[in-house]
T-cell receptor, first 114, second 110 residues
Framework: EAQVTQNPRYLITVTGKKLTVTCSQN?????MSWYRQDPGLGLRQIYY???????DKGDVPEGYKVSRKEKRNFPLILESPSPNQTSLYFC?????????????FGSGTQLSVL | RKEVEQDPGPFNVPEGATVAFNCTYS??????FFWYRQDCRKEPKLLMS???SGNEDGRFTAQLNRASQYISLLIRDSKLSDSATYLC???????????FGAGTQVVVTP
């Protein structure tokens, strides 16, 4: 089944403890992206990747890192999480970032930083 | 100012009625527009792309007005299952960047 898989689904952590949220897609998609969703603000783009070893900042990249060593994986790394990073995170992918390209989303990761 | 703005609603709609709502975008360079549907804190799913000529998919009709920089979504013969949040999306002038609106909530009542 074609899908984007995110793990974990829920995560509670403490300030400063490094964490990684994994994202994997099995559709051979070139484009992958991370979003965070907060009430009243909608989805905001954190980082995106147009292909392997190519990553770019979105609108809210501060406090996050990503890597794209393989086409299928695009992990989101929080080196030193803070409470303002408490949010619902979504990973998404598409074959290529072209006009009218459908985004496939993972099921989301609810992160709470205490 | 946010690049994509939506009325948060909720739009309370009797079953079988028609509901329509708009989304405005500020970046005149945006070329691609979409409507996504999101059920409570679940992943967004593409509802439809929005073409310059407008497009229809069953009970759903999307329109683009470039002059006034807004897109619209109309839902005819509303079903209870249409209750959701509808997200408006526009691409940015940078490759790979998308701007999402905060969503319009639609509640269809029996």
């Amino acid at each position: 089944e074609a899908q984007v898989t995110q793990n974990p689904r829920y995560l509670i952590t403490v300030t400063g403890k490094k964490l990684t949220v994994t994202c994997s897609q099995n559709m051979n998609h070139e484009y992958m992206s991370w979003y965070r969703q907060d009430p009243g603000l909608g989805l905001r783009q954190i980082y995106y990747s147009m292909n392997v070893e190519v990553t770019d900042k979105g609108d809210v990249p501060e406090g996050y890192k990503v890597s794209r060593k393989e086409k299928r994986n695009f992990p989101l790394i929080l080196e030193s999480p803070s409470p303002n990073q408490t949010s619902l995170y979504f990973c998404a992918s598409s074959f290529h970032r072209t006009t009218n390209e459908k985004l496939f989303f993972g099921s989301g990761t609810q992160l709470s930083v205490l | 100012r946010k690049e994509v703005e939506q009325d948060p609603g909720p739009f309370n709609v009797p079953e079988g009625a028609t509901v329509a709502f708009n989304c405005t975008y500020s970046n005149s360079a945006s070329q691609s527009f979409f409507w996504y549907r999101q059920d409570c804190r679940k992943e967004p799913k593409l509802l439809m792309s929005v073409y310059s000529s407008g497009n229809e998919d069953g009970r759903f009709t999307a329109q683009l007005n470039r002059a006034s920089q807004y897109i619209s979504l109309l839902i005819r013969d509303s079903k209870l299952s249409d209750s959701a949040t509808y997200l408006c999306v526009a691409d940015s002038d940078s490759w790979g960047k998308f701007q999402f609106g905060a969503g319009t909530q639609v509640v269809v009542t029996p």
